[in-house]
């Protein structure tokens, strides 16, 4: 079976930094994706971990750790606009998502 | 297309009533994914199309819910005598690649299905 948890929700200051942990027990693991997901708007691709390590990519980064069933992914210099829903999911060919975390930020 | 398409944005069935989801895939793309999110969770897996065979339908929750993709592109998932607990945004998604991908997947926006 598939366990993946991720904090239901956290709260940030507009300039600030976040971090949003995700932990997984999967069956077959490719690699660990993170999206975006707005209200009402389609998910959208952030990053993809296969190998340990941090990836960084402007603003956001991710890491992954697979000895320890662990991601975490890094927004810096928050913006309103980062209010959203962010995804964490496990690709085995399929993805199988998180509840995901919705993440308010505050002016 | 530009992205992934999906139809119609809306959809309000009644009990009992049959409906049809279209998806509308990114031309060329290979694999095509349907998914169901309730309000609150993350997406579930549903059914993998490649082309036009369907390779996973584990995700299906019952023989209510089936799923073709005739000519391996257009795909269209058809729910029969629609329940309460079918209430849910369904998603499709597209791939260029055959199976995993390092690139991710393109979203469709959704089905937003209410069942009254």
């Known amino acids: 079976g598939q366990n993946i948890d991720q904090p239901t929700e956290m709260t940030a200051t507009e300039g600030a930094i976040v971090q949003i942990n995700c932990t997984y027990q999967?069956?077959?693991?490719?690699?660990l994706f993170w999206y975006q997901q707005h209200a009402g708007e389609a998910p959208t691709f952030l990053s993809y971990?296969?190998?340990?390590g941090l990836e960084e990519k402007g603003r956001f980064s991710s890491f992954l750790s697979r000895s320890k069933g662990y991601s975490y992914l890094l927004l810096k210099e928050l913006q309103m606009k980062d209010s959203a829903s962010y995804l964490c999911?496990?690709?085995?060919?399929?993805?199988?998502f998180g509840a995901g975390t919705t993440v308010t930020v505050r002016a | 297309g530009a992205g992934v398409s999906q139809s119609p944005r809306y959809k309000v069935a009644k009990r009992g009533q049959d409906v049809a989801l279209r998806c509308d895939p990114i031309?060329?793309?290979?694999?095509l994914f349907w998914y169901q999110q309730a309000l609150g969770q993350g997406p579930e897996f549903l059914t993998y199309?490649?082309?036009?065979?369907?390779?996973?339908k584990s995700g299906l929750p019952s023989d209510r819910f089936f799923a073709e993709r005739p000519e391996g592109s257009v795909s269209t998932l058809k729910i029969q005598r629609t329940q309460q607990e079918d209430s849910a945004v369904y998603l499709c998604?597209?791939?260029?690649?055959?199976?995993?991908?390092?690139?991710?997947?393109?979203f469709g926006s959704g089905t937003r299905l209410t069942v009254v």
């Open positions: 971990n296969v190998l340990d």
């Open positions: 031309s060329g793309h290979v694999s």
């Open positions: 998604a597209s791939s260029s690649e055959e199976g995993g991908t390092n690139y991710g997947y393109t």
């Open positions: 999911a496990v690709n085995d060919y399929k993805l199988s």
């Open positions: 199309f490649q082309n036009e065979a369907q390779l996973d």
């Open positions: 999967t069956s077959g693991f490719n690699g």
